[in-house]
Nanobody, 117 residues
Framework: QVQLVESGGGLVQPGGSLRLSCVASGSIVSSNAMGWYRQAPGKERDLVAQITSGGSTNYADSVKGRCTISRDNAKNTVYLQMNSLKPEDTAVYYC???????????WGKGTLVTVSS
C-alpha cells in the first residue's frame, strides 16, 4: 500500500524559505510522477510543481523562479524548496504520487505552511 508522509511546514516570515519533504513507502518515487499541490482556506487544491519519472519538471506560474521540486531516489523522497515566500503561499501542501502502472493517485495528509509576519 502506498503511503506518503509530508513534513517541513511551519510558520515563516515573508521572504523566508522552507523545504518540504514527502517520504513515500509502498512505491518508488523515481518510477512515478510526483507532485506538490496546495489548498488555501476556501479554495481548490492546485498544482504547485510536479516531476515525472524521467525527471522533467513543471511549475505553476505563481511559483516559477521561487520553488524547486527534486527527489532523492536513495531516500525515496521528494522535496519542494520554496524561497521568497509570500503571504499568498499560505496553504496546506500535499504530496501526490501517480502510479505509472495503474494510473491511480495517492495523496499524503498534508503539511501546513503559514507565511506571516
Amino acid at each position: 500500500q502506498v503511503q506518503l508522509v509530508e513534513s517541513g511546514g511551519g510558520l515563516v516570515q515573508p521572504g523566508g524559505s522552507l523545504r518540504l519533504s514527502c517520504v513515500a513507502s509502498g512505491s518508488i518515487v523515481s518510477s512515478n510522477a510526483m507532485g506538490w499541490y496546495r489548498q488555501a482556506p476556501g479554495k481548490e487544491r492546485d498544482l504547485v510543481a510536479q516531476i515525472t519519472s524521467g525527471g522533467s519538471t513543471n511549475y505553476a506560474d505563481s511559483v516559477k523562479g521561487r520553488c524547486t521540486i527534486s527527489r532523492d531516489n536513495a531516500k525515496n523522497t521528494v522535496y519542494l524548496q520554496m524561497n521568497s515566500l509570500k503571504p499568498e503561499d499560505t496553504a496546506v501542501y500535499y504530496c501526490k504520487l501517480t502510479s505509472w502502472f495503474t494510473g491511480m493517485d495517492y495523496w499524503g495528509k498534508g503539511t501546513l505552511v503559514t507565511v506571516s509576519s
